[in-house]
Structures are given as C-alpha cells and as structure tokens.
C-alpha cells in the first residue's frame, strides 16, 4: 500500500491506494488542510467511493439470480487495495479489478479506474467502470468525500454552511428548505443524512464565507449530506441510493441500481475546488 502525491503551483493532495482515498488536500499558500483526516473516534473513512451499492438494501443483501450477497453497508470498494497504474506530478490513475474476494459479495466481474486530476485549485476526479461479464452487469455508484469542519482552527463547526448554486426546494425528515442558497448545518439532521433529489444545483460549498470547498454534482440524481456529530461534513454526489423504505425485489430493479451492457464501460465524473 502506498500514497501518491499529485501538486502544481496552488494546492498539493496525497491519494492512497487502500480504497483509493484523497488522504490530502492542501491549499499550499495558506496550509490549509480540507480533508477529513479518518479520526476513527468519530469516522476513520474519508472519501471512499461506494460501489457496488449505495448504503444497505432493506435486508442487507443483494438479491441477484435467484442467490443472496452481503457486501456491507456501501459496498466494497471503500475497503479494497487498489493499485496505482500511472502517476505524475498532474495525475494519478488508481485501479481495482474484481477478485475471488469481490466475487463472493458481488458476482459480477469489473476494472474500475480513478482518474485524478488537478486544475489550478480544483481536483477532478472521473470514474470508469467496465462490465468485464458476458451479460448485463447491474451496480449501484456514489461518491461520500468529507471535508474538515471547520476547515479553519480558528472557526467553529456552527460557523459554516452550504451553499447551493441555485435556488433549492425540498423537505427530508425533520429538514425544510424553501426556494433557498443556503442549508444551516443542524448536527441532528446531518446525523441522520439530509437527501436532496433532483437537485437544481450544480455545485455545493461548505463556506464560512471566507473559506470554502466546493463539489459538483451534475448529472448525480441524489445529493446527500451527512456528519455523525463529528468535525466534518460530507458532500455526497449519488447515482444511487439506499433503500428508504421496505424493498423487496432483484437488485436489479431497485430504484437507483444501473445497468450496463457486456463489455461496455460507465463513466462519471466530479470535481472538488478548494478555496
């Protein structure tokens, strides 16, 4: 397992092959640090990426083929070794392959690659997963970075918001925002995850107003937001989601769950700016 380090003349970020996570994202001329660290008293993840699945189905299993598969609440991916297959000091493509291991959770054989990227002060990052099966490969795919709260020693937790780039409409559980830019950060509603669908958005910051880090978030149909009482916050770009209520049916025809054909690669990408 090793980390590879990616810079230019703005910002420096480390990305390391154990599930394929941003260790590191500097802002290099005010040392700033927007990566949640893995502080396992709170959270030791950081940004994994969920496939094949998005939180947990109902019961904990995927039901495919007639046969049940348990992989864990967002799938694998999150603690799997990739290995990196190019690196300079402007990129770094990380890979994992299906295994005997994978097989046993998730029957399907697949490459997906990581692309990361830098542009003055903003990472992109893009994702390509190919069907390596003869037949129809059903998955499900999100991204989960989480961003130091507050990103600045100086501030408080209570200091911050988010952001939209446009005018948000939604309610989720005990959550209400009407026709506003803003989300006030409530430590309750995090903790149980706020779930915008459809978002009109196509970016969110987590802001003081001085200080921020923005995801985009085009193309993704759900977009979460969750921090466990914890000195982060996470932006969650998704293409798929957990099961909200009692779903009893093939993996496959969940909402959420995509397909792809024998052979053929899915691409998506966001990105993360720093600022």
Same mark, same amino acid.
């Given at each position: =397992?090793?980390?590879?380090?990616?810079?230019?003349?703005?910002?420096?970020? #480390?990305?390391?092959?154990?599930?394929?996570?941003?260790?590191?994202?500097?802002?290099?001329?005010?040392? &700033?640090?927007? =990566?949640?660290?893995?502080?396992?008293?709170?959270?030791?993840?950081?940004?994994?990426?969920?496939?094949?699945?998005?939180?947990?189905?109902?019961?904990?299993?995927? !039901?495919?083929?007639?046969?049940?598969? #348990?992989?864990?609440?967002?799938?694998?991916?999150?603690?799997?070794?990739?290995?990196?297959?190019?690196?300079?000091?402007?990129?770094?493509?990380?890979?994992?392959?299906?295994?005997?291991?994978?097989?046993?959770?998730?029957?399907?054989?697949?490459?997906?690659?990581?692309?990361?990227?830098?542009?003055?002060?903003? =990472?992109?990052?893009?994702?390509?997963?190919?069907?390596?099966?003869?037949?129809? =490969?059903?998955?499900?795919?999100?991204?989960?970075?989480?961003?130091?709260?507050?990103?600045?020693?100086?501030?408080?937790?209570?200091?911050?918001? &988010?952001?939209?780039?446009?005018?948000?409409?939604?309610?989720?559980?005990?959550?209400?925002?009407?026709?506003?830019?803003?989300?006030?950060?409530?430590?309750?509603?995090?903790?149980?995850?706020?779930?915008?669908?459809?978002?009109?958005?196509?970016?969110?910051?987590?802001?003081?107003?001085?200080?921020?880090?923005?995801?985009?978030? #085009?193309?993704?149909?759900?977009?979460?937001?969750?921090?466990?009482?914890?000195?982060?916050?996470?932006?969650?770009?998704? !293409?798929?989601?957990?099961?909200?209520?009692?779903?009893?049916?093939?993996?496959?025809?969940?909402?959420?769950?995509?397909?792809?054909?024998?052979?053929?690669?899915?691409?998506?990408?966001?990105?993360?700016?720093?600022?």
């Amino acid at each position: =397992m090793a980390a590879f380090v990616i810079e230019n003349e703005l910002v420096r970020a #480390v990305i390391d092959e154990h599930a394929s996570e941003i260790h590191s994202f500097v802002n290099k001329e005010t040392g &700033i640090e927007y =990566m949640w660290q893995g502080d396992p008293a709170f959270w030791s993840g950081r940004n994994p990426t969920l496939f094949p699945m998005v939180g947990s189905t109902w019961d904990k299993k995927l !039901h495919i083929d007639g046969k049940e598969y #348990v992989t864990g609440n967002h799938g694998f991916t999150r603690r799997s070794e990739f290995t990196c297959v190019e690196h300079d000091d402007s990129h770094v493509v990380m890979e994992l392959k299906s295994s005997e291991a994978t097989l046993k959770e998730y029957p399907f054989a697949f490459t997906l690659r990581i692309l990361y990227e830098l542009t003055g002060n903003k =990472m992109n990052i893009t994702y390509t997963i190919k069907n390596e099966n003869e037949r129809e =490969m059903p998955f499900n795919f999100g991204l989960h970075p989480a961003f130091n709260c507050p990103i600045e020693k100086d501030r408080s937790f209570n200091d911050y918001h &988010i952001a939209f780039s446009n005018h948000e409409t939604f309610t989720w559980l005990d959550t209400t925002v009407d026709n506003s830019t803003e989300l006030a950060l409530d430590p309750e509603a995090l903790a149980k995850t706020i779930i915008i669908t459809d978002p009109k958005s196509s970016e969110a910051s987590l802001t003081d107003g001085k200080h921020g880090v923005t995801v985009s978030c #085009v193309g993704y149909k759900w977009l979460a937001f969750w921090s466990p009482n914890a000195p982060f916050v996470c932006i969650e770009p998704w !293409h798929s989601h957990t099961d909200f209520d009692k779903v009893e049916c093939e993996f496959k025809d969940r909402e959420g769950t995509l397909t792809l054909d024998a052979g053929k690669t899915f691409t998506t990408a966001y990105s993360i700016k720093i600022w």
